[in-house]
Each structure stands twice: as C-alpha cells, then as structure tokens.
C-alpha cells in the first residue's frame, strides 16, 4: 500500500513559480517511476513529466523548458518546479508512482494550480 500526498498549489500570477511536492508513504519498496499528470476542466488528464529512480526524466513538449521534475529517494518525495506559469497550465494536478514489485499505479488526491491575473 502506498499513500501519495501532494502539497504546493495554489493561486499565481502569469509568469510566477510554484514549487509542487508529493510524498510517499507506506510501503515505498521498488517504486521506480514517479511524475506528475495533470487535468484541466473538460480535458483529458495529461502527463507533464516523469522521473525514474535512476533520475532519468521525461517532459511533455508543453512545458519543456519552464518545468522541472526531481526526486528525492532518501525522502520518498518528487518535485515539481514550475517556472514562468501560463494561464494553459491552469488543472488539477496528480502525482502518480508505479511499484515495480507489485505491478501497481496509485495516485495522488490533486492539488489546483490556478494561473491567472
């Protein structure tokens, strides 16, 4: 069982910053792959980036450049840091973890990112 919790959201300006965090907790062995998806209103849920435990990373092509994705394993926690904020980047956003040992998904409950001036 893992147990994801995301903090960091809130309410930012055009071109402002946020900083997202998720920490795992429960049983954390072999969790391999951690990223953070995001979902606006009327949307599909999209993948914003993607990180491995071996710190490999992978970006959707919309915020290469402003966001940047990392992992603390010692800590059990991935970040977020996203950097001049649009207001198309306005969605709910989830952090996800896959356990490899266990061959399962699990999902954070979402923190709002609003973006508007």
């Known amino acids: 069982q893992v147990q994801l919790v995301e903090t960091g959201g809130g309410l930012v300006q055009p071109g402002g910053s946020l900083r997202l965090s998720c920490a795992a907790s429960?049983?954390?062995?072999?969790?391999?792959?951690m990223g953070w998806y995001r979902q606006a209103p009327g949307k599909q849920r999209e993948l914003v980036a993607a990180?491995?435990?071996?710190?490999?990373?992978n970006y959707a092509d919309s915020v290469k450049g402003r966001f940047t994705i990392s992992r603390d394993n010692a800590k059990n926690t991935v970040y977020l840091q996203m950097n001049s904020l649009k207001p198309e980047d306005t969605a709910v956003y989830y952090c996800?973890?896959?356990?490899?040992?266990?061959?399962?998904?699990?999902w954070g409950q979402g923190t709002q990112v609003t973006v508007s001036s």
């Open positions: 429960g049983i954390i062995f072999s969790i391999n792959i």
């Open positions: 990180i491995t435990k071996s710190e490999s990373t």
């Open positions: 996800h973890a896959y356990q490899t040992a266990y061959h399962r998904d699990y």
